[in-house]
C-alpha cells in the first residue's frame, strides 16, 4: 500500500490511498469527501491496472458511505476507450485520456481539469482557470487517476508499434 499527501491549490491537502493488492483506492481531506473504490473479494488483479480490473461490475465506488456508479470502459485501441464514467446524486463525471501522460476530467460536459498518474498512487492536477471544480469534482478525480491511471497513446501510434511487431528482425 503507498499513500501520498498532495497540496491541492483548490482543496487543500488530500491524502491518496492506493492498495494495488487489494484493489482499493481512498480519497480523504479536510475540504473534500470521502471516496472509496474496490475491487470485489476474489476478483483477480491485472497488473497493468492499478485497482486491478476494469470490470465494472467487479468494482464499488462510494462517497462518503453513499454507492455511486462506476462504468470503466474496456481500454482498447482508442483513448476514449479507456475513459471511465460516474454517475452519483443526479450528476455526471467522465476521466478520458487526452494525452499520452494525462487525462481530463469533465463534468456534465464541463471541462474542469488535468490530472496525471503513472498508476503509483501519486496524483496531480492542474484545474483549468476558467472552470469551477467543486469538493466532489476533486475527490472523485484523484481517485480515479489513481485507480486506472491517466493518459494513452494515440490510436496513430498504437497502429505503428503494432506493425512494428509484425515485422521481422
Request: glycine fraction near 12%; charged fraction near 30%.
Amino acid at each position: 500500500m503507498v499513500e501520498h499527501t498532495v497540496e491541492d491549490d483548490r482543496f487543500g491537502a488530500l491524502t491518496v490511498r492506493l492498495d494495488s493488492e487489494r484493489g482499493e483506492v481512498t480519497v480523504t481531506g479536510e475540504r473534500v469527501p470521502r471516496v472509496e473504490l474496490w475491487r470485489a473479494e476474489g476478483t483477480e488483479g491485472e497488473d497493468h491496472i492499478p485497482v486491478g480490473t476494469r470490470d465494472g461490475a467487479r468494482l464499488t465506488l462510494t462517497v462518503d458511505g453513499e454507492e455511486a456508479v462506476i462504468d470503466p470502459a474496456k481500454g482498447r485501441l482508442t483513448r476514449r476507450s479507456y475513459r471511465v464514467d460516474v454517475r452519483y446524486a443526479e450528476r455526471s463525471w467522465r476521466l478520458v485520456p487526452d494525452s499520452i501522460p494525462g487525462s481530463r476530467l469533465v463534468r456534465a460536459g464541463a471541462y474542469l481539469g488535468d490530472f496525471s498518474s503513472d498508476g503509483d498512487g501519486k496524483v496531480l492536477v492542474e484545474w483549468r482557470e476558467d472552470a469551477d471544480p467543486e469538493a466532489l469534482d476533486a475527490a472523485l478525480g484523484y481517485a480515479l487517476a489513481a485507480a486506472f491511471g491517466t493518459g494513452a497513446q494515440p490510436l496513430w501510434m498504437t497502429a505503428i508499434e503494432m506493425v512494428g511487431d509484425l515485422l521481422p528482425g
